[in-house]
């Protein structure tokens, strides 16, 4: 889970420079639906229990997978989120967005995802975002903005240079 400060949880930011934002769109398919947003002011549920996570507190570098049980390209994507968060290279923050706890729980547990996840039931989130579909990820720079992405599920191969793209090599 993201480290708490003083106004909430946040995420640890690294002491290297190289991990700094880019703004430049990537190349090929990722070109396509990417923008920035500034992340709102929502507060949600830890799916273990503990304090909710207020969104706009959020710090970079940080990964945000919106994901639901329901969502077959997210079930294919998971694994290569959770394989990002075992690395070290950038923490990665799951939202259960639209779905119900015990069929979130459920494919976690099937899939072997034990990244942290927090609950979005209504998909506030997603909306604040200006999407209506999954998958959706948001890659949160230092200063709290989020470069939102929507398109193919992503892989390894695909989830690599986007890490790279927005934070440098971490």
């Known amino acids: 889970m993201p480290t708490t400060g003083p106004e909430g949880p946040i995420a640890t930011l690294p002491t290297s420079a190289a991990a700094k934002p880019s703004g430049v769109p990537a190349t090929g398919p990722a070109r396509r639906n990417i923008r920035?947003?500034?992340l709102p002011e929502l507060a949600?549920?830890?799916m273990a229990g503990g304090e909710p996570v207020r969104l706009s507190a959020l710090r970079g570098p940080l990964v945000i997978n919106l994901w639901a049980s329901w969502c077959t390209p997210c079930r294919q994507e998971l694994p290569a989120f959770q394989r990002l968060a075992d690395s070290g290279r950038v923490p990665v923050l799951g939202v259960v967005t639209e779905d119900s706890r015990d069929a979130a729980a459920w494919l976690a547990d099937?899939?072997?995802v034990s990244l942290p996840s927090v609950y979005d039931r209504s998909g506030a989130l997603k909306a604040a975002a200006g999407e209506m579909a999954l998958p959706l990820t948001l890659f949160v720079t230092a200063d709290g903005r989020a470069i939102v992405y929507r398109d193919v599920a992503l892989t390894d191969q695909t989830?690599?240079?986007l890490i790279e793209?927005?934070?440098g090599r971490t």
């Open 36 to 38: 920035t947003i500034t």
């Open 165 to 167: 793209q927005h934070f």
């Open 110 to 112: 099937e899939l072997k």
């Open 44 to 46: 949600l549920e830890c």
């Open 159 to 161: 989830l690599a240079p």
